[in-house]
């Protein structure tokens, strides 16, 4: 691994040095050769220019000295003036031919006139040899690789040194303490695994090292456990209640516990020569062979059953017995465990309850008949109390739709009376000023015809909104304008505030002023006034239906005792629908209905709810007030809280409120049965009620099964 790790580290390390020195020694070849044909350049110039060939010669064997520098040739273009080169022996001769070779290097150098930069008087040939710096670049790899081999080899000793004292001795010492503890041995298991070998190993392996000492302590207080556990389970096994023992599939004893030698009347040491097949009741060994050969057969996975064994005294004592096989998964049992305990007494006592039964069957024919002629009576008497209910609960229905009719009858007058008003508006309007209205539009200018579709258009629009104040405004104004700046006639200005024209005092004048604009207001009110009229018998006729409606639904007796899906917001509205009359002068009704599903009931008896609480709530409040209905979800049930501004109920009646036939109105006002009935009917339904009191508000819930989605 060292070596890898060596090999890793030295390639890229003989690389990046071997690079390096190629750098170093290229730089220093580059400024070797600047400086040298510098040299040259400026050297020869004297001598080219005199034709000096003895100084010419001298500066070039003076350079040549230089290994690097192997020949230098001067010449123009005519000549060669000389030619020089270095031998490998040192010696300089002259040279007629070029160099040629692989590590040769030739370069030009032009000489000029001194001082003449433009005039070359000569040339300088010079040829490098570059196997000088080759042997260099490989010369100082060497030196590298080498350096690097002696760096390696130390590491690799030092590791091996480190390993031992970090690694081999302490696994050494772990090895042979894991051997000792194989042998229980913990105390020669420590004494292996001395401190002393691990003061230089890695934090893990010391880590492991002190895992294992606790490791150590805790198998020995394991071992101490398991022997006190042993020991505990012997105690338990010889003192149990009830008989313990392992058997053989052959049903031969390998240890019993005392219980179980008593029950069959043997010491411990007879069990161990028998068989329990030999003790059991000869009426019950087929029973006991066919649950073990299902046993064997892995078609139960324990016997349990109860079987009788013959005691050494001859006696029959009854057992509860139940054999499990012993086993782990995968293998094939060889022993079972067998538990019995004693159900003598159990079986005398289930004789004597078997007699007792017999005596009480007998018994129980003899009452049946009594009882079923009782029954035919009780369901005579049953069936007189539903009668009897059923007339109450009519009763009562009957006793709140009577104090209902006046109110009932008020609502219907009233739309009757507008309906009567309305008509015989329309049939004046009809009889006298229909042809003036068609004439009108026939030969009204286009200007008037204008007016006359403006003013019926804002009449329209203002019907909804307009009230006695705006009424009182508009007629105020138009008649001071008149007083003071146009004289128009009243009819008109009166026919103007019922058509709830409502403009600025300019647009007043223009349209008053102009006589052909007075029959189209007279028109435009003759047509509005048949507009309103149509509208109020609409809207009396809508009144008039829902409270015909509602009385409908409220009389009606529906057969059905079916639980249906039923709007409970709509159910409340048609009974504050016949309520109306009692609550539209003295009493707010404020409304807050959340988004609720459907509630199961049957609609004829929850309609008599809303209306007993809704009555009584009104009579609280002697018909003034705030009535408050709230309309909610909890979970899967629906909440209807029924709120009145009453006095409230006091703690003295507050428990018995929804007791039958008990009441707090006056005599002959109430029959105490409404809060019952109420009661009765949301019990029908899987509904409940309760309330909450205080002075001045009291509040009724009621909830209701919501349909399920």
């Not at 005199?50 to 070039?60: A, F, G, M, T, V």
Request: charged share 30%.
């Amino acid at each position: 691994m060292v070596l890898i790790l060596g090999f890793i580290v030295l390639i890229p390390s003989i690389i990046l040095g071997a690079y390096s020195s190629l750098v170093e020694i290229k730089n220093s070849f580059t400024d070797y050769r600047y400086r040298v044909e510098t040299r040259i350049q400026k050297g020869l110039e004297p001598s080219i220019w005199n034709y000096d060939l003895d100084s010419l010669r001298e500066i070039i064997s003076a350079e040549l000295i230089n290994d690097n520098l192997k020949s230098v040739r001067i010449s123009t273009t005519e000549k060669d003036i000389m030619w020089l080169t270095s031998m490998e022996d040192g010696s300089i001769i002259d040279e007629t031919e070029n160099l040629e070779g692989k590590y040769y290097e030739r370069h030009t150098i032009p000489i000029y006139r001194l001082d003449y930069k433009d005039r070359i008087i000569a040339y300088a040939t010079v040829w490098y040899d570059l196997s000088v710096t080759r042997d260099m670049f490989f010369d100082r790899l060497k030196q590298e690789f080498i350096l690097i081999i002696v760096m390696l080899l130390e590491i690799s000793l030092l590791y091996i040194i480190i390993s031992h004292y970090k690694l081999a001795k302490p696994l050494e010492a772990i090895k042979q303490g894991m051997i000792e503890a194989g042998k229980s041995s913990f105390d020669e298991a420590r004494r292996k695994m001395n401190i002393s070998n691990f003061k230089w190993a890695f934090s893990e392996i010391k880590g492991l090292h002190r895992d294992l000492e606790n490791m150590f302590d805790e198998i020995k207080i394991a071992n101490l456990k398991l022997w006190e556990s042993e020991a505990e389970f012997r105690a338990i096994f010889h003192q149990a209640g009830i008989g313990v023992a392992q058997v053989r599939a052959n049903g031969e004893c390998i240890i019993a516990n005392k219980k179980y030698a008593d029950i069959l009347g043997l010491t411990e040491k007879e069990l161990k020569n028998l068989s329990f097949v030999d003790l059991t009741h000869e009426e019950d060994k087929d029973l006991q062979e066919e649950q073990f050969q299902k046993l064997f057969r892995g078609e139960i996975a324990e016997i349990s059953i109860e079987k009788r064994y013959t005691r050494k005294d001859g006696k029959i004592v009854w057992v509860d017995l139940t054999v499990s096989p012993l086993y782990k998964p995968g293998e094939t049992p060889t022993s079972h465990i067998a538990v019995i305990q004693d159900i003598s007494d159990k079986k005398i006592a289930e004789e004597r309850l078997r007699r007792l039964m017999d005596e009480l069957e007998e018994r129980v024919v003899e009452r049946t008949i009594d009882l079923e002629n009782a029954n035919c009576e009780l369901e005579a008497a049953l069936e007189d109390l539903h009668s009897v209910q059923t007339q109450l609960v009519n009763k009562e229905k009957m006793a709140v739709l009577g104090q209902l009719v006046a109110g009932i009858a008020h609502e219907l007058n009233t739309p009757l009376g507008i309906l009567k008003s309305a008509g015989g508006t329309l049939e004046r309007i009809m009889q006298n000023e229909l042809n003036d209205l068609v004439r009108f539009i026939k030969t009204a200018p286009e200007d008037t015809i204008k007016e006359y579709n403006e003013l019926l258009r804002e009449s329209v629009e203002a019907i909804s909104y307009q009230d006695l104040s705006q009424k009182r405004e508009l007629r105020r104004r138009y008649y001071a304008v008149n007083k003071e700046e146009v004289d128009a006639p009243n009819e008109i200005v009166e026919k103007l505030v019922d058509l709830g024209y409502d403009k600025d005092v300019d647009t007043y004048i223009k349209l008053v002023k102009n006589p052909e604009n007075h029959a189209a207001i007279i028109n435009a009110y003759n047509a509005a006034t048949v507009y309103k009229s149509v509208k109020m018998i609409t809207s009396s006729t809508e009144r008039a239906s829902k409270v015909i409606t509602a009385l409908k639904t409220y009389s009606h007796k529906d057969t059905n005792v079916q639980m249906v899906p039923h709007d409970v917001v709509a159910d409340i509205e048609m009974v504050l629908t016949l309520f109306h009359n009692q609550t539209k002068y003295g009493i707010e009704v404020m409304r807050e209905y959340d988004e609720v599903p459907k509630v199961m009931c049957i609609p004829d008896r929850l309609h008599q709810v809303w209306v007993n609480i809704i009555n009584n709530a009104i009579q609280a409040m002697d018909y003034k007030g705030t009535l408050k209905i709230n309309i909610s979800q909890v979970d899967n049930r629906v909440r209807v809280s029924i709120t009145d501004s009453g006095p409230g109920i006091s703690d003295a009646v507050a428990d018995r409120i929804l007791e039958p036939f008990f009441s707090t109105k006056e005599l002959g006002v109430g029959t105490g049965l409404g809060l019952d009935i109420v009661k009765r009917i949301l019990d029908e339904i899987d509904g409940s009620i309760d309330f909450q009191t205080k002075p001045g508000q009291t509040t009724f819930n009621i909830w209701l099964q919501a349909q399920k989605a």
